[in-house]
């Protein structure tokens, strides 16, 4: 459990908040901005030292993210402490995070996100160029019943190499080009056992059910493909791939928050760690590239969410710098102070709501029901 589960968590989450924060560390460094606490985790701290900078680099003892406090911070979410900042000489006042432009403060709360963005790239780089990129073939192994593309002409075996004339690569390709063209005739061009066809294919109109209950009516092949090929590439094709897969993944999980928001997707879909614990341990089982792959899109997770603007997350931070920019003064410390509350609030909530999705959905309250009954 703990090497198989636990140890791969504790792992990959420290490097993704370690490279988080360092981000954070590096460009307020480079503005001359002081650092007190470097710190991996929250609670009493384990261990640590102090450089000769006058930093707190420290591991603490719940392992479930970390922070950079700034000279004049009140605590880890780097409000402003007024008090602690007027104390302050004019030379340290300077030194604070608080007292640099705007702009300067908006480069420094995005440098965590852009850190985990840039990791992401390093990983899908270092793995597409070595290993490969993992794609689902757009060979087709097996039809569903009253398959349109059976009815069509189509055999196991065959791989769907362009749709309407434009090249499918994976199987994901096909299901971009069906999915919106439900009884439309569509133009395939074929490999079938070394030689090209072409066949027109028209997708049944089906209905899905939304997490609302509503149901939304999309196109269907009714074919399968669980075939997996890894497409090795050179070092600049594998760069942009890198960039492209982030990108892409960006786009899928923002979608994906956005249909929880209105509706069309079960909000108990979301993880918490869980539930990513769960997912890594299983991912090691497959394999070391799995869990390094898992480990880029955990990357881009965590960067993105940063990026959100809500109170105590970096996006927060940028929301009222950006403001005060245009207003041309800071807001007030005391909205500050109640937005940052409701900020807090809300990531304690969602924390809460996910983890008990993870135990539900390892069954863990049906466990303990029947450990009682």
């Known amino acids: 459990m703990f090497f198989g589960y636990i140890l791969p968590f504790i792992v990959v989450f420290t490097i993704l908040v370690f490279v988080h924060e360092l981000g954070h560390y590096w460009v307020a460094r480079s503005f001359g901005v002081a650092i007190e606490t470097f710190s991996i985790g929250f609670g009493p701290e384990i261990f640590g030292w102090t450089d000769k900078a006058g930093t707190r680099w420290k591991i603490s003892i719940i392992p479930f993210g970390g922070y950079v406090k700034f000279l004049g911070d009140a605590d880890a979410s780097s409000r402003p ?69 059976q009815e069509a002409g189509l055999q196991i075996g065959d791989i769907i190499k362009s749709i309407n004339g434009d090249s499918i690569k994976t199987f994901s390709d096909i299901e971009k080009s069906v999915k919106l063209n439900s009884n439309v005739p569509l133009n395939m061009i074929i490999d079938r056992a070394g030689t090209q066809m072409s066949l027109t294919v028209t997708p049944k109109e089906i209905e899905e059910e939304t997490a609302k209950g509503d149901k939304k009516k999309v196109g269907r092949l009714g074919i399968e ?20 897969e982030t990108f892409s993944l960006s786009c899928q999980m923002l979608s994906g928050i956005w249909q929880m928001i209105t509706g069309n997707k079960n909000a108990g879909e979301m ?76 990531i304690l909530g969602l924390t809460i709501y996910v983890n008990g999705n993870d135990l539900a959905n390892l069954k863990v309250f049906s466990w303990i029901m029947s450990f009682f009954s």
């Open 81 to 149: 402490d007024g008090s602690k900042l007027e104390a302050l000489s004019e030379e340290d006042k300077s030194r604070s995070m608080h007292a640099k432009p705007p702009f300067q403060r908006i480069l420094i709360s995005a440098a965590g996100p852009i850190a985990n963005y840039l990791l992401a790239i390093a990983i899908f780089f270092l793995l597409f160029s070595t290993v490969g990129q993992r794609h689902i073939t757009a060979k087709i192994s097996k039809f569903s019943e009253n398959s349109a593309a």
């Open 271 to 346: 993880v918490g760690v869980i539930g990513m614990g769960n997912m890594l341990g299983k991912a090691l089982e497959i394999g070391l590239p799995m869990l390094v792959w898992l480990m880029a899109v955990l990357s881009i997770n965590l960067g993105l969410i940063n990026l959100f603007p809500i109170p105590a997350l970096d996006g927060g931070h940028i929301l009222f710098y950006t403001i005060e920019m245009i207003l041309g003064r800071p807001i007030s410390p005391k909205i500050q102070e109640r937005t940052f509350m409701v900020g807090l609030l809300m």
């Open 225 to 244: 493909s669980p075939e997996i090929q890894y497409v090795q590439h050179n070092v600049f094709t594998a760069l942009y791939a890198a960039v492209g």
